[in-house]
């Protein structure tokens, strides 16, 4: 039987709610420092997750909802420079410590690292942005608890291409079948079985109605003791909270049954 080796998670909308009130935030205040009126209101922020990456869904936006805006000779360069000023605002608030892990997240990592489970991180987000937020959020010294951190550009396309979980496995030097994967997008379990990974996903609320077939487990959340999740779909499991055990017990179920 093939054992359970390591778990690879996703940032954003995974480990932290960060999308309403930190990338959307971040995005409204960059626009208004580079003196444009754009709003992402919380709704319009909902359709533009359709598109992964933060450069790729300024492009989006002026694409589909912003036809008027004329457009600067250089595009490409504009959109970089709106975006790096973005991420120096997101990282900001990070390290005001405007956004917390969500429930769960910390207390299975800790488990997971104490069984001596290997860690990665598979991310369409900018590099930065995910050192400031197990900085602030997790850790003083969270980044050096994952082996790999796969985010933003390093690979040619991002999610929903299967790249980025690609490039974390063979970092690893790991098959698919030894790692869990851990979501809460369309987009992101599509990028997790693109590359043969079973995958557990944690819905928000702008992801609760997408679409997530092939799913090992559905959940509200990870769960806590005190605080059980609702499995969303999948088997009934007994537990109330995503435990190193748990993940053992789904992992060995999916090897008997293949
Ligand atoms: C996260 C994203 C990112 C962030 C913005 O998706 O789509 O684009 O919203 O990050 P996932 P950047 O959780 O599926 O990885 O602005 O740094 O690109
Ligand atoms: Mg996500």
Redesign the pocket.
Known sequence: MTELKALIF?????LAD??KDG?RV??NLAFQQAGLDWDWTVELYGQL?K???????IRYYLDEFNQDFERPENLDHYIAEL?KS??AV?TRLLSEGLIPLREGVKRLITEAREAGMRLAI?????P??VSALLKHAMDEDAESWFEVIGA?DIVPA??PAND?YCYVLDKMGLEPGECLAF???H??IL?SLGADLETIITVNDYTRDHDFSGALLVLDHMGDPGHAFKVLSGPSVSDSYLSVDLLKKLHQQITVDV
């Open positions: 996703d940032v954003d909308g995974t960060t999308e990338h971040a995005f997750l598109v992964t990456g933060g450069k790729e869904r975006h973005k991420t997101y598979a991310t369409t987000t900018t930065a942005n933003g991002k999610k980025i979501e809460d997008s987009n992101g990028s």
